[in-house]
């Protein structure tokens, strides 16, 4: 190997402080989830002491930004994640059960993943009826008209629902759709009471749809639901014990994110 084209070898302009500190940032650039300082460590070579100055002389200057769990993400278009979960790995944990779901019930079962200004359509088991409610992967979810919008935004701050809910807009997708901001505050209310979501003709007319929200570290990053058309939606307890089941299967995926 040539010496002269090995960075700092024989270079005095070569600065080590300045490449660690681009090591760094680049790793953080190239992921979607957000990093602690140990794994950020392990993964760049640099000690945690030198690695916490640069994370935090980057962090002051605004090249990155530190989250309420101490982990470090970079900041800029590039990010678009907030959760603390990579969508790979929510679909990792989440199918088995999905396909669960769905051999149950034999109607279109969705998985949403809550992002930096939106909700997005990661993973979607179509009902295997020939009429049947469809979704789409990368579809991109009304936080004010949809179950898995509903049941991940109402669990969020203020500043993050208002961000989501700006973000789609409130507009009417129907006659059913909540389009006032009293009543979706009231709805998100019910919701975070309860523990489940309901789309009640409101994104589409002929289909109802329920969702339950699934979390990580305490944090609701993600949900899951259950779409029907409106004549096989089930009655009475039938219902009652669908949605337990779908809470219970938001669970497991949570507890399945946590090993």
């Known amino acids: ?33 957000a990093l602690g300082l140990s794994e950020i460590s392990r993964r760049t070579g640099i000690n945690k002491s030198s690695a916490f100055r640069f994370l935090y002389t980057m962090e002051v200057t605004g090249h990155i930004i530190r989250d309420e769990n101490g982990r470090y993400s970079a900041s800029g278009p590039g990010l678009d ?24 019930y034999s109607e279109t079962v969705s998985l949403g ?12 088991l179509e009902s295997p009826k020939l009429i049947r409610m469809s979704n789409r992967v990368g579809a991109i979810i009304p936080p004010h008209a949809s179950s898995m919008g509903k049941a991940i935004t109402a669990f969020q701050d203020d500043e993050l629902q208002e961000r989501l809910i700006n973000g789609y807009g409130m507009m009417r997708l129907t006659d059913k759709t909540i389009t006032d901001d009293a009543s979706l505050m009231q709805e998100y209310s019910a919701i975070r009471k309860r523990g489940w979501s309901q789309d009640n003709r409101e994104s589409a007319l002929e289909g109802q749809c329920f969702g339950a929200p699934i979390r990580f570290e305490e944090k609701v990053i993600a949900a899951v639901s259950i779409s029907f058309p409106v004549y096989r939606v089930l009655k009475g307890e039938p219902l009652r014990l669908m949605i337990a089941d779908l809470r219970k299967t938001a669970e497991t995926i949570s507890r399945q994110l946590t090993r």
């Open 113 to 124: 993943i809550l992002l930096k200004n939106h909700i997005e359509a990661i993973k979607v």
């Open 1 to 33: 190997m040539n010496k002269k084209n090995t960075p700092g070898s024989e270079d005095r302009y070569f600065s080590r402080a300045v490449n660690s500190a681009l090591r760094i940032l680049d790793l953080l650039k190239g992921e979607r989830v």
């Open 81 to 104: 994640y907030v959760a603390l979960v990579s969508a790979e790995k929510l679909i990792k944990a989440a199918l088995p059960h999905m396909k669960g779901l769905r051999s149950r």
